[in-house]
């Protein structure tokens, strides 16, 4: 589906429809068939990232993946979230969902995810460094 691994963004899931009609009614979501309507998506890669960064506090204790977004990339991105305020945000990396959570409010140009594995956030930031565009040099 992508070129390389990527770290996506995905909003907007809900809709659950239970796989047993019959039979008790204490059917968890571990006993259902999960039905997610994707409305949007942004993918962080080199189009997307102007920079990212593991960020450590005291005693080098990990505490996430910093992102920078580009300018334009930023206004989509807010755009997005405000739009989702209120709704389920997926966090997914190599197909996978890393994690999910309930958007609070609109995210803008930095932001910090702190549910990704620190091995997670260090291989994506090894595919965004080896992925970035060479830069062409000026004669003068």
């Known amino acids: 589906m992508f070129r ?14 239970p796989v047993f009609a019959e039979g008790d009614s204490n059917n968890s979501v571990n ?3 999960i ?5 949007d998506q942004f993918v962080l890669d080199n189009t997307t990232v102007k920079s ?8 080098g204790v990990y505490k996430g ?6 300018p334009e990339a930023a206004v989509t991105f ?3 979230t405000k739009a989702g305020v209120g709704r389920k ?3 997914v990396y190599n197909n996978v969902v890393i994690t999910t959570t309930m958007i609070q409010s609109g995210l803008g140009e930095n932001f910090l995810i702190s549910g990704i594995s620190k091995q997670d956030a ?3 930031l090894n595919v965004l460094n080896a992925n970035k565009p060479k830069k062409e040099e000026t004669t003068e």
Request: with cysteine; proline share 2%; aromatic share 12%.
């Open 52 to 59: 990212a960064s593991i960020v450590e506090g005291e005693g």
């Open 78 to 80: 807010e755009e997005i």
């Open 35 to 39: 039905f997610q309507v994707i409305q």
């Open 89 to 91: 945000l997926n966090l």
């Open 122 to 124: 260090q291989a994506f």
């Open 31 to 33: 006993h259902s068939l």
């Open 4 to 17: 390389y691994p990527l770290l996506a963004v995905i909003c907007w899931m809900f809709m659950s429809m």
């Open 65 to 70: 993946l910093n992102i920078q977004l580009k």
